[in-house]
């Protein structure tokens, strides 16, 4: 019964993965759309484990999915936040341009405390990264081997709260071929 359940909220967001992948943003948008993408995958991917674990017979392992399962969705409600917050305030939505998740910054900065030309560097990449990363989500359709390639990359590469999107990047590539990512 639950699986069930689960399975249909897992379809309502998938939806919303699709309409909001069928839409190219505008440069100003790209990170709101692309932290709304990452958001949504959290969700589909916290859903999938609430549904694993309801028919799982192992008890520990039934455990663990279901914290699994609410850290991703707990992941998925930060990021919405983070979105709503680059929505509502347009200074930040213009620094965001210039950098478009904090969160690439604190990571760079924890990686490279000591080195500001790193941090710099690391920033560049994996904002590249992140904005290469947003026109695959939305060049595959929804449910497609491509976007489970990039779903699962994703949780490989999860640092913290945000990801090594350059790590997504080149895992999605070498999995599909980079003629296919390209």
């Known amino acids: 019964m639950c699986s069930y359940e689960f399975g249909y909220y897992q379809g309502i967001v998938e939806s919303l993965r699709v309409r909001l992948n069928s839409v190219p943003a505008p440069p100003r948008m790209v990170n709101v759309q692309s932290t709304a993408l990452l958001a949504i995958g959290d969700y589909i991917s916290g859903l999938s484990l609430y549904t694993r674990a309801c028919t799982e017979p192992d008890y520990n392992m039934k455990a663990k999915m279901g914290y699994d399962?609410?850290?991703r969705l707990i992941d998925a409600d930060m990021k919405i936040r983070q979105v709503n917050k680059l929505i509502m305030n347009p200074q930040v939505q213009s620094r965001a341009a210039a950098a478009p998740?904090?969160?690439?910054?604190?990571m760079c900065a924890s990686t490279?405390?000591?080195d500001q030309r790193m941090q710099?560097?690391?920033?560049?990449?994996q904002t590249e990264a992140l904005n290469k990363l947003s026109?695959?989500?939305r060049m595959y359709p929804a449910g497609s081997r491509e976007k489970q390639t990039i779903q699962n990359?994703?949780?490989l590469w999860?640092?913290?709260?945000?990801?090594d999107?350059?790590?997504v990047v080149f895992c999605v590539e070498n999995i599909l071929g980079k003629q296919a990512a390209q």
């Open 69 to 71: 399962g609410r850290q």
């Open 101 to 106: 998740d904090n969160r690439i910054e604190q």
């Open 112 to 114: 490279w405390p000591a």
């Open 120 to 125: 710099e560097y690391c920033v560049k990449n």
């Open 135 to 137: 026109q695959m989500n």
């Open 153 to 155: 990359c994703s949780s």
């Open 158 to 163: 999860k640092k913290g709260n945000t990801y």
């Open 165 to 167: 999107y350059r790590m």
